[in-house]
Every structure is written in C-alpha cells, then in structure tokens.
C-alpha cells in the first residue's frame, strides 16, 4: 500500500476510527519500509465532522459538487455581465445546487447517528462557499474528498468585479446591494435547507414509531387471541376425553348384556 492510497482509506473512514487507523496505516507503511509515507500518514489532520461529512458527499456523490461548481461559475458570469434576471436566475440555482450537498450531508451525517444544527448547516454553507468558489488548494481538497477545516468566509459574490463601464457608482451600489441580497438568501435558505431535513426525519422517527406500537398491539391481539384458542382446544380436548370415556363404558355395558342376552 502506497502513502496515497493510506491516506485515501483514512479519510474515507469513519470520523470516530480516524485516530487508530492513522497509526496502524502509519505503521503498515513503517513495517514496508516506507518511512516518509509512514511520517506523511502520521501528519494527516483529522478532520471536523462538517468537513468530514463534505469529504464523504465528495467521494459518494461527485455529480453533487460538479453541480455546485458549473452553478458557481454561471453566477460569476451573470455578476460580471451586470444582468440583473441572470444575476437572480443563477445566484438561486447556485443557493439549490448548495443545498443539494447540504442535504447529502445531513443525510450521511444521520447515517452516522448525528443529526445536521442549522448552526452547523451555516458553518457547512460557508465551508462549501469557500471551497467552490476559489481554484487553490482548498477547492482540490474538497474534490478529493480530504478537507479538514472549517472555513469562514464573506457573503459569495461580494468581491465580484466590477460593473461595466458606463454604469457609474449606481450601478455599482445597486450590483452590490443585490450581491449582498443573495448572500443572505443563500445563509437563509441553507438554514431552512437544514431544518426541513431535521423536521423530514423527525417526521419519519415518528411513523417509525406509531408504526411499532401498532405492530406491538397487533402481536399483544395476536398472542391473545392464540392463547385464547389453545384454551379453547384444550377443553376440547378434555370434554372428546370424558366423551370417549363414557362412550367406553357403554361398550362394555352393551357387551355385558348382548352376553347376557345370549345365555338366555
């Protein structure tokens, strides 16, 4: 096993096993000869659990993060062009491609026995911001599936460039207000994002939950009226007893007298 490939089983891990699997990767690579990947697996950071959750969205779900990035771009491009329609057009498909991995998060994070804070879907929004709207490092972290910070960021497209020429401060004012208008769109649409999965599977926690006491009743019916029936059967079985006795005896009876009968 190479560095590379340690490292990749690392963060493809669960975030609870991350400890212990660094140091036996680490070890696996010592006891190969392979002191530096050894010493570069030891150095991996471990990462937070909204990075965490981003790393696994990106290695289970890569169509998600290419959404959000292509949804970026064409909203950079709306804001250098100063088309106001276009500029709404692809700042709200950006806000829904954002929230399609925000929802991925919160699903893998439920699947890992932890439920998704509207704090925690903020802190997550601006992680990803941060992550799809620059190209160095931490973009190629994030599609590789190793981040490990959070990062906070500004509202996106607030250092958008500026406005074309003839538009004059106005223009730049009023690129900047809407700048400004879809940021905070954006932060409360995640907010809503995160509590309509939370409200989602709370929702489904209770069916599940009226859908066993339901099932407990139906056994307790089912167990009762068993019972019931095995009562039933037995003094049934008692009274063909008592009935094939007596039946018994009249046998006897009539042979004792059709004897009799003969001897006459």
Known sequence: MTANEALERLYAAPLEDFVVMRGTLAAGLRTSGDMSGA??????????????????????????????LGAHAAAIRAQSAGDGEAMRDTARAFRDRLGD?????????????ANLSPSQARKLGETLRAAVSETGELRKRLLVGRLVDD??????????????????????????????????????????????????????IGEARRTVVALEEEARGAREAAHQAEAAA????????RKGRMAARAEERLAIAREALSKM
Do not use: H
């Open 151 to 204: 990062v906070e960021v500004e509202p996106p497209f607030a250092s958008a460039p500026d406005a074309p020429a003839g538009r004059g401060q106005e223009g730049d004012v009023k690129a900047k207000a809407s700048a400004s208008g879809i940021a905070r769109a954006l932060e409360a649409e995640q907010v809503r994002e995160a509590q309509r999965v939370k409200e989602a599977r709370e929702r489904a």
């Open 101 to 113: 991995v925000i929802k991925r998060c919160a699903e893998t994070l439920a699947d890992a026995g």
């Open 39 to 68: 010493r570069d697996v030891l150095a991996a950071k471990k990462p937070s659990r909204m990075s965490w959750a981003l790393n696994q969205v990106a290695r289970r779900y890569p169509e998600a993060l290419r959404a959000a």
């Open 234 to 241: 037995e003094r049934a079985r008692a009274e063909a007893d």
